[in-house]
């Protein structure tokens, strides 16, 4: 039995904010970290700095001490899961990624799981998969019309399948609660691509650790 990825959608699941998280099949923790640096959005290239073991409240109280903020910067908790290496972001990640497709660049699998929980516009959960730079399929889990909703993107084979999935699970469906819709669209992304997370590792653990540094 494992955890699987609808936790998430519980308030605050990872951190104050939401959650942001990537999972890659293909490439150990130090490689996905290695990776993910080179994405945070802006001119000045960034690379991934040890920074031992830790947990959540932990992590954010060493970017407190390093940046004058808990937010000033962008900290990575890594671990594995099953086929799945994973990666928790902490502090200022909200909009501080670019695109993801180039993380997985000569053949690995990556998907991308995020949530701004307090963006005041709201912004909807995201999901995406990517393969070997090219999306394979995304969707915004609210699916909510009022953000462009179009229904699944990608490939269009699979596209199309992650959209049937959708549809057979009853969504989208403006009658529910915005949660339970976010639920039950993990759930049906959790089944469809094998995606699980520890969630007492990462809510509760300690986890090796890196800060997104300015090169």
Request: a negative charge; charged letters at 20%.
């Amino acid at each position: 039995m494992t955890d699987g990825i609808v936790w998430l959608a519980a308030p605050q699941s990872t951190a104050f904010g939401g959650y942001h998280v990537v999972l890659a099949r293909g490439l150990s923790p130090d490689e996905l970290a290695d990776r993910l640096a080179p994405a945070v959005s802006g001119y000045v290239k960034h690379h991934a700095v040890a920074a031992g073991d830790h947990t959540a409240d932990s992590l954010m109280q060493l970017m407190d001490d390093t940046y004058g903020d808990p937010y000033g910067g962008i900290g990575l908790r890594l671990g594995r899961a099953g086929h799945w290496t994973y990666s928790v972001a902490y502090g200022d990640w909200p909009g501080g990624f670019d695109g993801l497709a180039p993380v997985s660049r000569d053949g690995a699998d990556v998907c991308l799981l995020e949530y701004e929980e307090e963006n005041g516009k709201p912004v909807p959960p995201q999901f995406a998969y990517f393969r070997d730079g090219r999306l394979l399929s995304a969707c915004n889990l609210h699916l909510d019309a009022s953000w462009g909703y179009q229904g699944a993107e990608g490939e269009p084979a699979r596209a199309a399948r992650l959209q049937e999935l959708l549809t057979a699970a009853g969504l989208p469906d403006p009658e529910r609660d915005e949660r339970e819709v976010h639920r039950t669209a993990l759930s049906v992304i959790e089944k469809t691509f094998g995606l699980s997370l520890p969630k007492a590792a990462i809510v509760d653990g300690s986890l090796p650790t890196v800060l997104l540094e300015p090169a």
